[in-house]
């Protein structure tokens, strides 16, 4: 079985920072991508960030250039460092991973509970 935590969320001011972190543990063999998507009330969840395991990044326009992703594979622990917050990234934001999974070494995809993040104007 694997379990994905998420951690850091919080209410920030704007032009604040935050930072969230994502933890898998369970029977893993190896993690493949990591990724970030988050969801505003009434909207679709929508992808954030994500890191592959070569360290290669892609982010969503709207955060280019704030947000930063990135991982410790010997922790099995993505992070993503949210810097100049708007209110408009205010949601929840969940952890996405794909996992190898012993001992067939099968590739799932694990989802988060999601950590809530709040940023006042």
């Known amino acids: 079985q694997v379990q994905v935590v998420e951690s850091g969320g919080g209410l920030v001011q704007a032009g604040g920072s935050l930072r969230l972190s994502c933890v898998a543990s369970g029977t893993i063999s190896s993690i493949n991508t990591m990724a970030w998507y988050r969801q505003a009330p009434g909207k679709q969840r929508d992808f954030v960030a994500g890191?592959?395991?070569?360290?290669?990044?892609d982010y969503v326009d709207s955060v280019k250039g704030r947000f930063t992703i990135s991982r410790d594979n010997a922790k099995n622990t993505v992070y993503l460092q949210m810097n100049s917050l708007k209110p408009e990234d205010a949601a929840v934001y969940y952890c996405y991973t794909t996992v190898l999974v012993p001992p067939q070494n099968l590739e799932f995809q694990y989802w988060g509970q999601g950590t809530q993040v709040t940023v006042s104007s």
């Open positions: 890191i592959g395991t070569s360290g290669r990044t």
